[in-house]
């Protein structure tokens, strides 16, 4: 299978690449790893005039703790991700949501921005990353703008990004004391395949009485976007976390979520999954929290 033609252009600055991303719009497309946008190119689902390729921007390279946040380069690899000792130590399930996606080989070419800039609703990284309370960061010749993750998504394949803006970097809130998130995917094969099911929780305990005082249940291959698990959250609030609240969080999920029959899985089945993923990710979000 054939690429498409298409002019290549290589910026070594974002300002650069923002000239260029103005210039042509929506004939342009950026280019990061390329392991979702090359498959569809060559599948003939897109066919941009203009490729403008981030590898060289290296500002948007690295990952790096600043005050209370971690800031993520948005060309940064899935591979990185998968081994930084910041991630390991602080974002657990980032992490796994990184060693969860495809193969080696992916996740060496593999990008934080193409993944979240290609809108799966079945991605492995958005879930953590919306309960992380993470924000996107987008520039263009227009400016910055900063937008929560979970205002990003708005069907699959489209986010509310414009067509001249680059998301940069990601900003996710450093985890303090008595918090923590956990990531489970559920796969037909080990790799290479869409999730079936996959979720990120996060919670946040009260200091004083150790009940649950925030709480993000964010669910993944159970609609067209990331979904929030929202009276799975409310049963979470305000209560003394142990096994059977967590049940009962994952048994309201279930409610949450909107999935539909495909030859991956019944509807029924990821209903059920969605559950089960819920109470698993708080048990691992809660041993964080507590430091266990
Ligand atoms: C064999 C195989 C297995 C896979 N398995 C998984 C899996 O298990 N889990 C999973 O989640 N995904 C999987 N994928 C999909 C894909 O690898 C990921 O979504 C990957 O993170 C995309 O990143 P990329 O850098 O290659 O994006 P690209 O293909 O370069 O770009 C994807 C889209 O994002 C846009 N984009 C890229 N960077 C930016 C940016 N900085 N700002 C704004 N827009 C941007 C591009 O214009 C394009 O529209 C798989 C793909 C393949 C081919």
Known sequence: MLLPMFDFHEPTSIDEACEIMATYGAKAKLLAGGTDLMVNMKKKILAPEHLVCL?????????????????????????????????????????????????????????????????????????????????????????????????????????????????????VPVPGPGEGAGYINLGVRKAQDCNIVNVASFIALDEKDGCVKKARIVMGSVGPTPLRAAAAEAVLIGQKPDQRLFIKAGEAARQDCTPIDDFRGAASYRKAMAGVLTKRTLDIAYRRAVGA
Do not use: H, W
């Not at 591979?79 to 193969?103: D, I, M, P, T």
């Not at 060496?108 to 193409?114: K, P, Q, S, V």
């Open 55 to 171: 590898s060289r921007i290296s500002s948007m390279q690295g990952i790096e703790e600043k005050g209370d946040q971690i800031i993520i380069g948005g060309r940064c690899t899935v591979a990185e991700l998968a081994v930084e000792s910041l991630v390991e130590k602080k974002l657990g399930a980032l992490r796994a949501g990184a060693n969860a996606l495809g193969s080696p080989l992916v996740r060496n070419r593999a990008t934080i921005g193409g993944n979240i800039g290609s809108a799966r609703p079945a991605a492995d990284l958005p879930p953590s990353l919306i309960a992380y309370g993470a924000t996107a960061m987008l520039e263009s010749r227009r400016g910055k703008r900063a937008l929560p993750l979970g205002d990003f998504f708005k069907g699959p394949g489209f986010t509310e990004i414009d067509v001249d803006e680059i998301l940069t970097e990601i900003r």
